[in-house]
């Protein structure tokens, strides 16, 4: 089943014993991106730009962990 959806997938799976994610707004390379706290690295969870080029740096794909 393929399902076409603006809502984030975090809404239409809920789990209630799941912990909450914490995130935060923080620059890598100065190229704003959104992080999440997980076990204490932050995880690069998307980038904030609007520069295409940024979309290319390997340091803040999507994923990458800053320590």
Not at 1 to 15: A, K, N, R
Not at 34 to 52: A, C, F, H, K, W
Request: glycine fraction near 4%; proline fraction near 9%; charge should be negative.
């Amino acid at each position: 089943m393929i399902m076409y959806t603006p809502v984030p997938p975090e809404v239409l799976w809920y789990e209630e014993d799941r912990e909450k994610a914490q995130f935060v707004e923080g620059t890598v390379q100065d190229i704003p991106v959104q992080m999440r706290l997980y076990q204490g690295t932050n995880i690069v969870e998307r980038v904030l730009s609007t520069d295409p080029l940024h979309f290319l740096n390997s340091a803040c794909q999507p994923g990458s962990k800053i320590i």
